[in-house]
């Protein structure tokens, strides 16, 4: 079992930068591959990153690739999500996942992930 909580959200102006950070709890964290999806209420959740287990393979949506870098700490029981150059479209509730029982990167689908944390919002004004 993994519970995961997410901090780091807030207000931007565009063209600013926010770190996401997700904690989380469990002995075997450094086993699961994590990712990051956003979701406008009313909207399923898009994928945005996702990173492998030891954290040498990532992932991107096209719409983040370049701005946006995936990382963690298995030490600590980390991801981040470090957002650059961010735009009002990025504007969303973002949320960390991990995906159970996989080795490499996980899906895009937010429906094949086993445990979520509860979002942190990012708002970025024009």
């Known amino acids: 079992q993994v519970q995961l909580v997410e901090s780091g959200g807030g207000l931007v102006q565009a063209g600013g930068s926010l770190r996401l950070s997700c904690a989380a709890s469990g002995r075997t964290f450094s086993s699961y591959p994590m990712s990051w999806f956003s979701q406008v209420p009313g909207k399923e959740r898009e994928f945005v990153a996702a990173?492998?287990?030891?954290?040498?393979?990532?992932f991107y949506a096209n719409s983040v690739k370049g701005r946006f870098t995936i990382s963690r700490d298995n030490a600590k029981n980390m991801v981040y999500l470090r957002m650059n150059s961010l735009k009002p479209e990025d504007t969303d509730v973002y949320y960390c996942a991990a995906k159970a029982g996989i080795n490499g990167l996980g899906p895009r689908s937010e429906h094949e992930y086993d445990y979520w944390g509860q979002g942190t919002q990012v708002t970025v004004s024009s």
């Open positions: 990173l492998n287990c030891n954290g040498i393979s990532t």
